[in-house]
Nanobody
């Protein structure tokens, strides 16, 4: 199974970006999918997760600004990021749980300038 993430880049504070991550190589749809991030010098932290049924969970720091969604037919998870802040700067990793094995994407860099 491979997770291919895309959509990172450089944006000014207050701007928006949309991340996408597609899972391939499995005949089964992932259970939970999510996004994590790791800023320089910090540990990887949860950003948001979404179950196959659509239940979502967000870190307090992104509630009201980020929205996670998924397309179960395309095994794809999205992260719409609005009102970005410099402290959102990090490498963003997608994650997929297949009810046993789990997988990570390669990471996509998001840089928010002040």
């Amino acid at each position: 199974v491979q997770l291919q993430a895309s959509g990172g880049g450089l944006v000014q504070a207050g701007g928006s970006l949309r991340l996408s991550c597609a899972a391939s190589g499995s005949i089964f749809s992932p259970n939970a999918m999510g996004w994590y991030r790791q800023a320089p010098g910090k540990q990887r932290e949860l950003v948001a997760t979404i179950s196959r049924g659509g239940s979502t969970n967000y870190a307090d720091s992104v509630k009201g600004r980020f929205t996670i969604s998924r397309d179960n037919d395309r095994y794809t998870v999205y992260l719409q990021m609005n009102s970005l802040k410099p402290e959102d700067t990090a490498v963003y990793y997608c994650h997929a749980d297949f009810a046993g094995p789990d997988y990570w994407g390669q990471g996509t860099l998001v840089t928010v300038s002040s």
